[in-house]
């Protein structure tokens, strides 16, 4: 393949590395919704996940390859023969499938991770690299942690994967050591001494550790590498991993440069960053470069004064390009059901007439409720909405009382499995007696992990969007809710939570192909 040609592929591992940050586990709903919007954006390949690691990701790779309509999709599997039929499996519906298959090649992996030596690892790439080739056209084979390996046993790995019949060789930073310069030079050095290097696509994979993941994939592009792998918002294991949004605008808007292109629609960068933030309960820092809420925001007098006589003043992309509109429609309290469908349409939301029935409803409690109903408001509203599902266990009503006169209590009706039950509890504080009395009504082992309140907008009558994160026996889920009332929102949040846990308990993997 040539290496001048200016095409970049995007690799987007949002729902496998992306998924693999402590505490960011989506349902298959959520991955499905991810998934569409990727597809919709023009990415190239998406790794849906690692079938082995659990029954959810082995669903998540074979309904995503079920229902994308362009884009390639890809299992992960490590070298092991149980790993790559079951990643196999599950990509049988995937028009262009492709295994990735990965195993460590630096001397601290090797020596106290693998337990394996040089000779070793190499028939395991041989081993897995060919099984993979027997099963799918499209292989792609990665030295887990790179970056930190010899530089003569790294050429006779990629070599040993390219004779075996890979047809992407990914180089990845696992721990986000390198710098620019280096990487450069590590794919430079690979691209010129493996003989059939001209035969494979070299990829980048670089973890942000140093906060170098986006000019690290750009150094490896220019040294020739033709394919990054990169997550939306840079969420992923520890610090995360490049930035798709960063990447991709860094060679839109510094084209004269960065001469080199990708087939992503950037507009949809605030809608798909979006989803990833609410689906995973990870807020995108206020100053994130393209989507954080100040990205576009100019504060200071003179900066203000400057943007009103020319935009290109202060701003080198416009909001538009990435999907930022100056609203067309302003909803309030007697916007219609028209208006409300038109709004979520501008949002990015297509709603089924049931979801719109339910959605709508909210929106104008809320319009009574609030002054002014703001974007972001009807945005966590309709995640709210859909986070909901088939649930199981719903919020019936709830009331409170709080205070300095304590004790402070909750009464709670919830609807389980279409009865209604009803508890009144204390607590040491208003959260404390409500997520007592849920305790009650559902009496369950799983531990808090996380409660997190984020007000939407700003303003003291603004809607609060709570997140709770509950772990039970290595399965971790979050729930999400928002509302006016911050204890509302909290009890719909831990409602959601439960009905996920639910839902997980009924898919762990079999033990016949767990090891
Ligand atoms: O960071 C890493 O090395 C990975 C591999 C599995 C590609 O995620
Ligand atoms: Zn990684």
């Given amino acids: 393949m040539n290496s001048k040609d200016n095409y970049i592929k995007i690799f987007d591992t949002t729902l496998r590395d992306g998924e693999q940050s402590p505490g960011a586990s989506m349902s298959l709903e959520e991955k499905i919704q991810i998934a ?237 960053s979006k989803l990833v933030s609410s689906v995973t309960s990870f807020p995108v820092q206020f100053n994130k470069a393209i989507v954080g809420k100040n990205a576009f925001a100019h504060e200071s007098g003179i900066h203000q004064d400057g943007m009103l006589k020319n935009n290109e003043t202060y701003e080198i992309m416009t909001p538009e390009s990435i999907g930022l509109n100056e609203s067309t429609l302003v909803m309030g309290k007697h916007s219609g059901r028209h208006a409300f469908k038109e709004k979520a349409k501008e949002l990015g939301y297509v709603l089924a007439d049931n979801q719109l029935n339910d959605a709508f409803y909210r929106f104008k409690d809320l319009a009574d409720k609030k002054k002014e109903v703001f974007d972001d408001d009807i945005v966590a509203l309709i995640d709210d909405e859909f986070s909901k599902g088939l649930d199981v266990i719903k919020l019936v009503s709830l009331s409170i009382y709080a205070g300095t006169e304590g004790p402070q209590f909750a009464d709670l009706s919830l609807e389980i499995d279409g009865e209604v039950k009803q508890n009144k509890s204390e607590g040491d504080g208003p959260v404390d007696a409500l997520f007592n009395s849920i305790r009650t009504l559902i009496p369950h082992t799983a531990s808090l992990q996380l409660y997190q309140v984020h007000a939407v907008t700003e303003g003291t009558d603004a809607q609060a969007e709570v997140s709770v994160r509950l772990h039970e026996s290595g399965k971790t889920v979050i729930g999400r809710g928002a509302d006016t009332d911050t204890l509302v929102a909290s009890a719909r949040a831990y409602i959601s939570a439960l009905n996920r846990l639910m839902v997980k308990r009924e898919k762990s993997i079999p033990e016949e192909i767990a090891n």
């Avoid at 998406?46 to 309904?63: H, L, M, R, Y």
């Avoid at 499209?138 to 047809?167: H, N, P, Y």
């Avoid at 994979?205 to 792998?229: F, K, P, T, W, Y």
């Avoid at 969420?235 to 991993?241: D, K, L, P, V, Y």
Wanted: hydrophobic share 40%; proline share 3%; charged share 25%.
């Fill in 36 to 272: 569409e919007i990727f597809d919709e954006m023009g990415v190239d390949i998406i790794e849906a996940g690692f079938p082995i690691a659990s029954n959810g990701d082995f669903e998540s790779v074979k309904e995503v390859s079920r229902i994308v309509k362009n884009v390639q999709v890809c299992g992960l599997s490590r070298a092991g023969q149980k790993d790559i039929d079951r990643a196999a499996e599950a990509l049988k519906y995937a028009k262009n499938p492709r295994i990735h298959t990965f195993i460590s090649t630096s001397p601290v992996h090797m020596q106290y991770k693998l337990q394996m030596n040089e000779q070793e690892v190499l028939d395991a790439i041989n081993f897995s690299v060919s099984r993979a080739r027997n099963l799918v056209e499209d292989v792609q084979w990665s030295a887990e942690d790179a970056t930190r390996t010899d530089r003569d046993f790294l050429f006779k790995c990629v070599d040993m994967a390219i004779s075996s019949g890979a047809t992407t060789i990914n180089i990845p930073d696992t721990v986000g050591y390198t710098t620019p310069d280096e990487y450069y030079e590590i794919i430079d050095s690979l691209i010129k001494n493996i003989p059939d290097s001209d035969k494979v696509i070299f990829s980048t994979h670089c973890h942000n550790d140093l906060g170098l993941a986006v000019a690290n994939s750009l150094s490896g592009v220019r040294a020739g590498a033709r394919q990054i792998e990169c997550t939306m918002n840079g969420i992923g294991e520890r610090a995360g991993n490049a930035a798709l949004e960063e990447i991709v605008m860094s060679m839109k808007v510094r084209n004269d440069i960065l001469d080199y292109d990708s087939g992503v629609e950037t507009k949809l960068f605030t809608r798909a």
